[in-house]
Nanobody, 127 residues
């Protein structure tokens, strides 16, 4: 059974950095595209970024482009989200998601295209 577990969230000040990790188990990680999403209180879940199974293509939301970096280590079945220059508006629960590359030719940016999700990790950025 596929399982995704996020970690690395916390409370930081504006301008600080955090590195989120998402460890996958129960699936062949290198066969999956991965996505990062976030959801702030009272708001819909929004796309942060995604990475193809081989890391050949990486996509970012405009709101995080230049500040956030997605990477993956297929040998460790882990995807990372490096977040720099954090802003209070980055405060949200961050989720990782997975979709089999046989189902999608590219890493989706829509949450509805990901069947597997982690439980989320809270990121709070104080001003």
């Amino acid at each position: 059974q596929a399982q995704l577990v996020e970690s690395g969230g916390g409370l930081v000040q504006a301008g600080d950095s955090l590195r989120l990790s998402c460890a996958a188990s129960g699936l062949t990680f290198s066969s999956y595209h991965m996505g990062w999403f976030r959801q702030a209180p009272g708001k819909e879940r929004e796309f942060v970024g995604s990475i193809t199974w081989s890391a050949s293509r990486i996509y970012y939301a405009d709101s995080v482009k230049g500040r956030f970096t997605i990477s993956r280590d297929n040998a460790k079945s882990t995807v990372f989200l490096q977040m720099n220059s954090l802003k209070p508006e980055d405060t949200a629960v961050y989720y990782c998601a997975a979709v089999r590359r046989s189902q999608r030719s590219d890493a989706p940016i829509s949450a509805t295209e990901y069947p597997y999700w982690g439980q989320g990790t809270q990121v709070t950025v104080s001003s």
